[in-house]
Each structure stands twice: as C-alpha cells, then as structure tokens.
C-alpha cells in the first residue's frame, strides 16, 4: 500500500482563455496537516475542487491509499472519506443548521421519512464538543459570516473523512474559536486523518502544518518539511521575488474633520456611538467578531437603518437611508462578504467595476456609453493586477483576491472621498495584501479618508494612525498611532462586560 492517502500526478486544468493548473503534483500522508499555498490564482482552490469532484482534469490522474480514485462529484467524495470547507461559503439560508450539517446524508428511517430528532441531537453534540455556542435548530440566515464558517467546520468534521481539505478556515473566526480549530486539527491527526490546509496566515501554517507545497502560476514549485523553511523561504517561493516593509506607510499630513458619527444606534449591535474622520487619515476600528463593527458601518452606509444618530460630512449633516444615497454623498464601502453584498458573480470583470458608477459616469441619457465602460474597467484591471483572462470573464469565475480587487475597484471608481474598507484582505495572498496596502496609502495622500475594519491587529496596527475599539456594540477604547500595543487593542476588545460602561475623556473604560 502506498505511504500516501492522496496522490495528485500531472493534473491539469484549463478555463476559455486561461491554463489554471500545468501539470501539478500533489501527495498527502495520513494524519499530516500539509499547507498549500500560493497567490491568489495560483491554482490551489482549483485543485481541491478537482479532488472534490467539482470540477473535472484535463489530464492527470489521482490515488487515494494507492487505489484509483475518480470522484464525480462533492457527494461522492464525501462517500469516499473527502469533505472541504470552502473559503467561499454557500450556506442554504432558509435552512436550520442541524439540516445544512447533514445536507445531501440525512439520517433517514426508510424511505423518505428523515430522523430529525437524532439530527438534531448528534448536530447538538457537535457544537456542544466543539464549544460553539450556536443551537441547531437556529435558521442559517441569523448566523453572521463567522458562525456560518463555524458551522462549515462541523460539517466537515461530521462526515468522519480521512481527508478534510480547509480552505482558509479561519477568515472569519475569533482566536478563541480559532484555538478551538487547532484543538480539533491535532485530534483528527491522531485519528490518523490528512488535514489539506490553505491559509495566506503565515503564523498559522508555521503553528499547525507538517509539510507544506507551494503553486505558483499553476505550476509546482516545490514542497518540504515546515521545520525546513521559514517566511521568507516561503513569501520567495510564492511569488518568486522578496516582499519587504509588509505595511507600507506613507507619511501624510492629517486635515480637519471631514467625517463624523453623532450617537448612532442600532438596536443592540451599535450603542451610542460617536466617531471623528480627519482628511488623510487612516481610522481603524478593531474588535472581537460579534462587536458590531460591520453594523456599524453598514449603518452608516444605509445598508441598515439605524435607530438614532446623526451622520455629517465636512460640517453637513446627511440623510443617509439607502446606499444610494451614500454613494451620492461620495461614500464608499467595501463590505465584508465580496460573494454576498460585494459582486454580482454572474456578471463580467467589466460590469462589476463599472457598477456603481453607471448614472454618473458610464452613461449619458440613460444609456451606458460602452468605450467608456471598456476603458475604465480595463483602466483598473491593469492599476489592481487583477488577474483576469479578459475584462468579459465572469467575476465568479476568479479567485477569491482576485475577485476582493474588483471589489475594490468599483468603489475607486465612483471617486468616493470617505472609503469604509471592512476586512479589505481577508483571504488574500501575502502580494496582493500589500498591493491593497498601497492603495489605502495612495487614497489618502491624495487627500481621501478612510476607515479599515480588520480582524488582524498586526495588519491595523501597520496600517492605521489611530484605533478605536469596540466591544458589545459600545467603543471601550481609542488609541494614537504612539500607543498602539497589542495587548491594549486586545484589553479593550475583551475586558468589556457589554453593561452601561463606556470611555473617559483618555478613551479608557469607565
């Protein structure tokens, strides 16, 4: 018998317009947690698609404990010993979570009759074993971005596979539920199960990941133990050329308020909260998932309606009840979830970047001037490195960072002067990061403001030159570039009983 659960031998695959994999090689031993990794449109989520049955090789073969293996689709991997949690979620929203758990393997007592009371019950254990504090019997659709990953992970785990593929499993999760995971990984290792992980975190694949492969382009590059390489190694194979100054920070004088936020609620995930923009400057506002920070922003965008509080720009205060009305005001908002509320994944490269800016600047009398709507989506194309066959390519049909820089795009393109960028790099590659960095330091030398939600303090820290911190819908804390620590960021963010505590005139907690 082969030493490998999974060999992958010469795989190749190509879209119209575009060779995807070139011949790749891939093995995975048993209770290994082998890192892939590469850029964004390296090629990696393609060859775990193909491994699910997804998607089928143009040539290529594949062994699973040196037998033939040809899966014909996700159910049939699942049948033999495969599952994935995808970095892209697709939760069935009008289901419960014990029945997007058990999806496509219902328990059943015969024919057509399901034993939802013991779906219910294993569904339950599940959550209980994992510390996920979420019923099985809510409705998908209440669950926030985080918890319907969370529940991708059960699902995976669930199955009993002996190869569970992770795709960028932790995007979305706090550290709490992310030590959870790890739990989790290293009882499934002594199960004897291969974990395929991808992450862009390099301090999660040094921590967690035997043996780690990298794509580049496509093709192989190489493969070794972790304990042989390092991040630098790594960044090097990746992108074949040397990252350095990870957060590029330019020096850019700081204006007047042109921005601010007067006690704004929103029902118990935004309390009375009041913040201040200044021309050229870099706002973060970080915080544990959960503490309101994307309500926030949303609410201020009107893609929810707040309950109380005033919105003012440069001194005038603003109706704001409908994004609309934001991007009339020269607002901008890169959402969270680019699959959800960023792009219309069935539409082109070109009408993504063009969209939000039709009635202003794409169209003339109601009719959309097509030389225009080419030369700025291809404007765009090129100034993001957007990696796209033609500017026609459908915006599913790209990787994840690639589709994250179209998103982006759309809103330069209305020339809004307040952009709200909330997780602008989750599940970005480490070239791409920066190439995002950039531009968030370009738009605010040119004397734009922009506010950055981000999950990763390194990143906000990097990034911003002042923090605020929320917690239970509440600020509990704000802190100037020369105070930024760590341990601060997380004091505020954690140590906060969501009662009617709030700041002293230092920002501390009352």
């Known amino acids: 018998m082969s030493k490998y659960v999974l060999e992958m031998t010469g795989i190749e695959k190509s879209f119209p317009g575009i060779k995807v994999l070139k011949g790749v090689d891939f093995r995975v031993k048993p209770g290994e947690v082998h890192a892939l990794m590469g850029e964004n449109g390296a090629g990696k989520s393609t060859l775990m698609k193909i491994l699910m049955g997804i998607y089928t090789s143009d040539a290529g073969f594949m062994q699973m404990n040196g037998q033939p293996l040809l899966n014909k689709g996700p159910k049939n991997a699942m049948e033999n010993g495969i599952s994935m949690i995808h970095q892209e979620l697709n939760p069935v929203l009008d289901m419960q979570v014990f029945e997007n758990v058990y999806m496509g393997r219902e328990i059943k007592k015969g024919p057509g009759i399901v034993e939802k009371k013991k779906m219910i019950k294993e569904t339950t254990q599940l959550l209980t074993t994992l510390g996920i504090n979420i019923s099985a019997t809510q409705m998908m659709r209440d669950l926030s971005v985080a918890q319907c990953q969370l529940i991708e992970i059960v699902k995976a785990i669930s199955i009993n596979a002996r190869i569970i593929v992770m795709d960028e499993p932790t995007s979305a999760i706090t550290d709490k539920e992310i030590e959870t995971l790890f739990e989790q990984i290293a009882i499934l290792k002594k199960k004897n199960v291969a974990i395929i992980y991808i992450s862009h975190k390099m301090d999660e694949i040094f921590k967690i990941c035997d043996h780690i492969t990298v794509l580049r382009d496509g093709a192989y590059i190489g493969d070794d133990e972790a304990v042989n390489l390092n991040r630098e190694k790594l960044v090097r194979m990746m992108v074949g050329r040397e990252i350095n100054d990870v957060y590029p920070k330019l020096k850019v004088p700081i204006g007047d308020v042109v921005f601010e936020v007067k006690n704004l609620n929103l029902g118990k995930r935004v309390k009375n909260v009041n913040l201040q923009l200044r021309a050229g400057e870099i706002l973060g506002i970080a915080g544990l998932v959960g503490a309101g920070r994307s309500e926030l922003v949303e609410s201020i965008f009107g893609m929810r309606r707040k309950d109380s509080g005033s919105i003012y720009k440069n001194g005038k205060e603003l109706n704001i009840s409908h994004p609309r009305h934001a991007i009339k005001n020269k607002i901008a908002l890169i959402t969270e979830d680019r699959k959800f509320t960023g792009l219309n994944l069935m539409g082109t490269v070109k009408e993504n970047i063009?969209?939000?800016?039709?009635?202003?600047?794409?169209?003339?009398?109601?009719?959309?001037?097509?030389?225009?709507?080419?030369?700025?989506?291809?404007?765009?194309?090129?100034?993001?490195?957007?990696?796209?066959?033609?500017?026609?390519?459908?915006?599913?049909?790209?990787?994840?960072?690639?589709?994250?820089?179209?998103?982006?795009?759309?809103?330069?393109?209305?020339?809004?002067?307040?952009?709200?960028?909330?997780?602008?790099?989750?599940?970005?590659?480490?070239?791409?990061?920066?190439?995002?960095?950039?531009?968030?330091?370009?738009?605010?030398?040119?004397?734009?403001?922009?506010?950055?939600?981000?999950?990763?303090?390194?990143?906000?820290?990097?990034?911003?030159?002042?923090?605020?911190?929320?917690?239970?819908?509440?600020?509990?804390?704000?802190?100037?570039?020369?105070?930024?620590?760590?341990?601060?960021?997380?004091?505020?963010?954690?140590?906060?009983?969501?009662?009617?505590?709030?700041?002293?005139?230092?920002?501390?907690?009352?």
Do not use: H
């Open 354 to 510: 063009t969209l939000a800016s039709l009635r202003d600047k794409i169209s003339q009398n109601g009719l959309i001037l097509k030389r225009e709507e080419i030369t700025q989506a291809e404007k765009y194309i090129e100034s993001l490195k957007i990696k796209t066959p033609t500017r026609d390519t459908l915006a599913g049909d790209l990787s994840g960072g690639n589709q994250q820089k179209v998103v982006v795009a759309k809103w330069l393109l209305t020339d809004a002067d307040i952009v709200i960028l909330d997780e602008p790099t989750r599940g970005i590659d480490v070239g791409a990061k920066r190439d995002i960095y950039l531009l968030i330091s370009e738009l605010v030398k040119a004397g734009k403001a922009v506010i950055v939600i981000s999950s990763e303090i390194p990143e906000i820290m990097g990034l911003c030159d002042r923090i605020l911190v929320m917690a239970a819908g509440k600020l509990t804390g704000e802190i100037a570039r020369e105070n930024f620590e760590q341990e601060l960021i997380m004091t505020y963010a954690a140590n906060f009983s969501g009662g009617e505590e709030g700041l002293d005139e230092e920002g501390k907690v009352i």
